[in-house]
């Protein structure tokens, strides 16, 4: 076998076997040859973080608190290099974890944890379904991938039923929306009866929406009032949806929905919707 080595190229050839293949390496990017010489990008696989939050605003906070029967397991990190299991305390059974306090402008917050079964739960005997929901204060944008809250390693792309419900839900009067971008949602295949019910609910900060693949199938009441409350602008060619801001004035096109039922029947999946949705 013969190898001749060119800047930035390397050549390997063996008469036996009477193949040839050259691989190049340009701009830190890997590029390979087929036996007719020619060669294409090899791009690495993007990173998937898990969910974060990034600091908009000094001192901000990110807690949580869950009803559920078993408090749920959460770690926390600054830097994904040190994991730290997220401590709570339980009154009346409810589980309250401390908050972390993002100081400086920037700060970014990892979250991920393994609660397969989901962030809530409907029990026996019980009225209202359990739920796990944020408690933050101050500004922050979310990224990341959701289902790092579920699987740490993010290979879980199944939403169990109550999984995500009210998660992000402004719940209570003296709660002010302070989440101006969601985590993302876009390794997700399923979604479990009401596993994004009322997700969002409240949040009139948001300047953004979660994506859900259109392929993803959705349970009985999956995404009802996932948005409830928050405000949407649609293009006028009918194409487009984005939120509107609060400020300025929103433009012409406006619609306010009482939940996702239409965000879904636009992207032409209304499968997961029970009940009377307009």
């Known amino acids: 076998m013969e190898r001749r080595k060119e800047v930035g190229r390397l050549d390997i050839e063996n008469p036996k076997c009477k193949w040839h293949k050259t691989v ?8 390979k040859t087929i036996h007719d010489g020619s060669f294409t990008p090899v791009e690495p696989e993007p990173e998937m973080l898990p969910l974060y939050f990034d600091n908009l605003a000094i001192n901000s906070h990110v807690g949580f608190v869950s009803t559920l029967e078993t408090a749920p397991n959460f770690e926390w990190s600054w830097d994904r290099k ?92 003296d709660v002010e929306p302070v989440l101006l971008t969601p985590p993302a949602m876009d390794t997700i295949t399923s979604i479990g009866d009401y596993g994004c019910d009322f997700m969002y609910s409240g949040c009139t900060s948001l300047t953004a929406a979660a994506n859900i693949p259109q392929l993803t199938t959705i349970g009985y009441g999956g995404c009802d009032s996932m948005y409830s409350g928050c405000t949407f602008d649609m293009s006028d060619d009918g194409t487009t949806l984005n939120f509107a801001f609060p400020t300025p004035p929103i433009t012409a096109g406006e619609t306010t929905y009482d939940d996702a039922y239409e965000i879904a029947e636009w992207m032409g999946n209304t499968n997961g919707f029970g009940g009377d949705n307009q």
């Open 24 to 31: 190049y390496l340009e701009d830190g990017k890997l590029m």
């Open 82 to 173: 040190e994991w730290h299991q997220w401590h709570y305390t339980t009154i009346d059974g409810v589980h309250r974890f401390d908050g972390k306090l993002l100081y400086s402008v920037g700060e970014r917050l990892f979250i991920r944890g393994n609660n397969p079964n989901g962030l809530g739960a409907i029990v026996e005997g019980q009225e209202t379904p359990s739920f796990t929901n944020f408690v933050i204060d101050g500004s922050v944008s979310a990224g990341g991938n959701i289902m790092s809250l579920l699987d740490k390693t993010m290979e879980l792309t199944e939403v169990p039923d109550y999984g995500f419900m009210n998660l992000f839900a402004i719940i209570g009067e």
